[in-house]
């Protein structure tokens, strides 16, 4: 979209109540957001919208200035993709109700993977839940999947984390603005920064400085699960937004999955209840791989495969075929110490084994 459109997209978008279907008729009425913002109030009736947003957007048009605005979100190192960009997740062009643009800080080039994953959960998770959500998502990122979550307190900080802790990649959806000032909860900012500058992304379609309301996180859940391939819900009790992202990913044709939980735990009604319905019964990444048809070895050898070392890529390159750790070093020339360590870390990532006698091949 055009720099210039995009700066009345971004003033019309901070009006309160001014959301994914009104910013679309405001397009169709005037052609162009610069038309709409610039059209008197009588015009604007034409616009199907309830009052309290019309007054809204009447007095947004007195008070604010769109080229100020837009230099804010320079200043704060925030972007907007729209949905008429090549960068726009193609899976969220086809839910419902698509939103008009997103906000966004951190690469928006990584919102279009092949297998995006939402992991979701409750605020206030067990130890199973934790262990488990931590195992499940960073297995998950290191094998090249995409995290998505909500950057909530509990289950969606763990996923989060685990993703990054495992160099992977990962999305925070919010239902706030992105901006540091603005992110709910106060006390994972630090962690979206993290996301941020980490190779993953913070979005919303929220302007920045708009508030964390209850209103938000159902229509942020939805972007949650239009995002994402299939929606794996950890821990939920029977009421839980957790399982909102659920019931939205089902209506959108998304895979379902759950981890099962004892009986006993509160915290684990919710995935009960949604096995007992049809969702995929998970307890490993390599459950969800297998869902989606990959060979759970083969991806994860692929994707550490994209993270090696110079050390480690010649010693990997060198093993054409099986060789003894002396064979390998007068080969690579890297010091027996520095040999050793790598090979280990090399083992660990399954891109070499040891077949005995300090011999060493390709896995």
Same mark, same amino acid.
């Given at each position: ?5 995009l700066? *009345? ?14 910013l679309?008729a !405001?397009?169709?009425c *005037?052609g162009?957001f610069?038309?709409?913002?610039r059209?008197?109030e009588? @015009?604007v ?8 947003t019309r007054?809204a957007l ?11 605005m837009a ?14 960009? &090549?960068l726009?997740p193609?899976l969220?062009?086809?839910?419902a109700? &698509?939103p008009v643009m ?8 990584i919102?279009?993977?092949?297998? &995006? ?7 206030r998770p ?5 262990e488990a ?8 990122a290191?094998?090249g ?12 900080a ?11 990649v990962?999305?925070?959806v919010?239902g706030?603005g ?7 909860p106060p ?19 929220y302007?920045?400085?708009?508030p964390?309301v209850?209103e938000h996180?159902?229509?942020r859940?939805?972007?949650? @699960?239009g995002?994402?391939r299939a929606v ?9 937004g ?8 089902l209506?959108e044709?998304?895979d ?7 009986v006993f ?8 209840? !949604? ?7 998970i ?21 550490a495969?994209?993270?090696l070392?110079?050390?480690?890529t010649?010693?990997?390159s060198s ?12 080969k ?6 520095a ?13 070499v084994?040891g077949i005995?006698?300090?011999?060493f091949?390709?896995?």
């Amino acid at each position: 979209m055009d720099p210039g459109e995009l700066k *009345f997209l971004n003033a019309l978008n901070a009006v309160p109540g001014v959301g994914a279907a009104t910013l679309r008729a !405001l397009r169709d009425c *005037f052609g162009s957001f610069e038309r709409a913002w610039r059209a008197d109030e009588r @015009a604007v009736s034409a616009v199907r919208m309830d009052d309290k947003t019309r007054t809204a957007l009447a007095a947004h048009k007195k008070s604010a200035d769109p080229e100020r605005m837009a230099q804010k979100l320079s200043q704060d190192d925030i972007w907007i993709i729209t949905d008429d960009d &090549p960068l726009f997740p193609p899976l969220l062009r086809e839910i419902a109700s &698509p939103p008009v643009m997103l906000y966004g800080r951190g690469d928006k080039t990584i919102l279009a993977p092949a297998y &995006p994953v939402a992991v979701v959960g409750t605020r206030r998770p067990t130890p199973y839940g934790v262990e488990a959500a931590e195992t499940i998502a960073g297995d998950l990122a290191e094998a090249g999947i995409t995290i998505v979550s909500g950057l909530a307190a509990g289950i969606d900080a763990k996923a989060h984390a685990a993703a990054l802790a495992r160099r992977g990649v990962t999305v925070a959806v919010l239902g706030c603005g992105t901006d540091r000032q603005t992110v709910f909860p106060p006390e994972n900012r630090g962690l979206a920064d993290r996301i941020a500058a980490g190779g993953g992304a913070v979005i919303s379609e929220y302007a920045p400085g708009t508030p964390a309301v209850r209103e938000h996180f159902p229509m942020r859940n939805r972007i949650i @699960a239009g995002l994402s391939r299939a929606v794996i819900v950890v821990e939920a009790r029977e009421k839980s937004g957790a399982l909102i992202t659920a019931r939205m990913g089902l209506e959108e044709n998304r895979d379902i999955m759950a981890l099962p939980g004892s009986v006993f735990s509160p915290a684990s009604a919710g995935p009960n209840r !949604l096995i007992r319905e049809g969702a995929r019964a998970i307890t490993s990444g390599a459950d969800v791989l297998e869902e989606f048809g990959l060979d759970a070895g083969r991806v994860m050898r692929h994707h550490a495969a994209q993270s090696l070392n110079p050390e480690e890529t010649i010693i990997l390159s060198s093993l054409d075929e099986p060789l003894a750790i002396d064979a390998i070093r007068a080969k690579t020339g890297i010091p027996t110490g520095a040999l050793m360590a790598s090979l280990s870390l090399l083992e660990l990532k399954g891109l070499v084994r040891g077949i005995g006698g300090d011999t060493f091949q390709k896995a």
